[in-house]
């Protein structure tokens, strides 16, 4: 079992100030995607946000899961911020992390990472697809929050850094390939030119 994280913080600047968890992908709100997606293997479900008002109705919709919203303890810190909020509000002793601009995040996927953090006793484990870790598609053990508070009350909010401080496996396109799993899992849209090429590949499949 293990807590679904949905990190909603970010300013959209990229996206002209439109909540990037509000588009509309294949007739659903982006985030109503990724609430149902989680259901699947998560019980309970964290929104980290400060757009609680406008996120809500969305939320209340998806009823397989206990969805709430939090807010960050470490405003302005980007995703570690998040990361720690949720790992003090998380029930289960494991947390899917994804970013809300995510479309095709993979409870498949979060359970193979499961498979691995419990079988190797480390804190995290974190894609690495293409010459790129992922680390807002990751599994992460709550405990962790104790380090990425450490280094949220130092200043420091590099995501990479709180990697620096764990015992986390990288899992590559083979291991989920051995699954079945594809890897767009970890695919993300940052401006409105992604979202329309998104959108364009949304309509061939």
């Not at 929104?47 to 969805?67: E, F, G, R």
């Not at 479309?103 to 419990?118: F, G, L, N």
């Not at 929050?145 to 990697?163: F, N």
């Not at 409105?192 to 090429?197: C, H, S």
Request: aromatic share 6%; net charge negative; charged share 15%.
């Amino acid at each position: 079992m293990m807590t679904g994280v949905i990190l909603a913080g970010g300013m959209n600047r990229r996206m002209g100030g439109r909540l990037k968890a509000l588009l509309p992908v294949q007739g659903k709100p982006l985030i109503v995607r990724q609430l149902e997606e989680m259901a699947i293997c998560c019980p309970e479900i964290l929104v980290v946000t400060n757009a609680q008002d406008a996120l809500q109705p969305y939320l209340d919709s998806v009823k397989a899961a206990n969805v709430r919203c939090i807010g960050d303890q470490f405003t302005g810190t980007g995703p570690l911020g998040g990361i720690h909020a949720a790992a003090q509000a998380a029930g289960e002793a494991l947390m899917w992390v994804v970013g809300c601009d995510m479309p095709y995040i993979s409870s498949a996927a979060a359970v193979a990472m499961e498979r691995i953090v419990k079988a190797r006793n480390c804190e995290a484990a974190i894609p690495a697809l293409e010459g790129r870790l992922h680390p807002l598609h990751g599994l992460y053990t709550r405990v962790i929050g104790a380090k990425a508070e450490t280094l949220l009350a130092s200043g420091q909010y590099r995501l990479m850094g709180l990697l620096e401080q764990l015992d986390w496996s990288e899992l590559d396109a083979p291991f989920f390939a051995q699954y079945g799993i594809g890897t767009n899992f970890a695919a993300n849209m940052n401006t409105p030119e992604q979202y329309k090429e998104l959108l364009g590949f949304c309509q061939e499949i």
